[in-house]
């Protein structure tokens, strides 16, 4: 990747929202050794804070306050919103009215990059064996999937209609290693996210780009070569904790149909259609 000249420059303000979630957590400190002055949203102060961040709390669902957000900020990290699925008034206020409001006010503030943290519920009811690449066609898996999939087109819109930088990650998995069968597929270290952010923080070549958010992992169904053009390079392996994996695998009963799709549970939670009729 080349080396962005000015990623020292503290005018280069970097925005994180969703701060305090679970992702937010993990890869703050690593962040912050890259990006030093980070400024934090989310609607609770990190319990951490540490010297040299800045907390400005927001909800994203208030304009005025995701403005007060965003001001003066170069990029934007946006994890902010419900991170699994929900009812939808829930999905409906955080990840779509809270989605364009981050864009938008971005926009007004002259913000130049947004990462949005989009989801492998996107294209959940794509079967397991299917490997896709980030050009199908969106196939959600829930309300969750819906608004991930929102964020992916308005996050077009104002790369197309305003010129905004926009990636969006469609993230698996994040966690120390492969939670079950599924997440072996699907895992991501916090270190290769952070890597991620990093080429959507920086790289020259982006416009809109769509990249997924897993690590080398042999089981992966999803072909991330745009990400690997773009210098991705992804270290954690997810084979190095099958055995963990499948262990807890083990202690799960079998999901008739979550099972054979890439989404798993978010599949089969409210699943009335007939299996062989789901999916592409
Ligand atoms: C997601 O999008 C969620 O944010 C996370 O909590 C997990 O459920 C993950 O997907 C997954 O599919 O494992």
């Not at 130049?112 to 009811?125: D, L, P, Y």
């Not at 087109?153 to 905004?164: R, T, V």
Request: glycine content about 10%; overall charge neutral; hydrophobic content about 35%.
């Amino acid at each position: 990747m080349t080396e962005d000249k000015s990623r020292s420059d503290q005018s280069r303000r970097i925005v994180f929202t969703g701060a305090s979630g679970g992702i937010g957590t993990m890869t703050r400190p690593l962040l912050a050794r890259l990006y030093p002055g980070l400024v934090l949203s989310d609607r609770v102060e990190p319990k951490d804070l540490q010297p040299g961040e800045t907390f400005v709390k927001a909800d994203l669902t208030r304009p005025d306050e995701v403005a007060a957000a965003v001001k003066g900020a170069h990029s934007v990290i946006h994890l902010g919103g419900h991170s699994v699925e929900g009812g939808w008034d829930q999905i409906l206020n955080a990840n779509i009215i809270g989605c364009y409001n981050l864009f938008e006010e971005a926009r007004k503030a002259g913000v130049k990059r947004v990462i949005f943290a989009s989801s492998n519920h996107a294209v959940g009811f794509y079967p397991r064996r299917c490997k896709i690449g980030t050009d199908v066609t969106v196939r959600p898996d829930s309300r969750y999937g819906v608004s991930k999939a929102f964020g992916e087109a308005l996050g077009a819109l104002y790369a197309d209609k305003h010129g905004l930088i926009v990636t969006c990650l469609r993230i698996g998995n994040v966690g120390p290693r492969p939670l079950d069968a599924r997440r072996l597929s699907i895992w991501i270290s916090p270190e290769d996210i952070v890597q991620l952010f990093r080429i959507g923080l920086e790289h020259p070549d982006i416009r809109y780009d769509i990249l997924y958010g897993v690590s080398d992992n042999a089981a992966s169904w999803w072909d991330n070569s745009r990400a690997r053009q773009l210098g991705y390079r992804p270290a954690g392996k997810a084979e190095d904790h099958r055995a963990h994996a499948e262990a807890e695998q083990a202690k799960i009963g079998p999901d008739p149909v979550g099972d054979l799709f890439q989404g798993g549970t978010f599949t089969s939670a409210e699943f009335t259609n007939d299996v062989k009729r789901a999916g592409p």
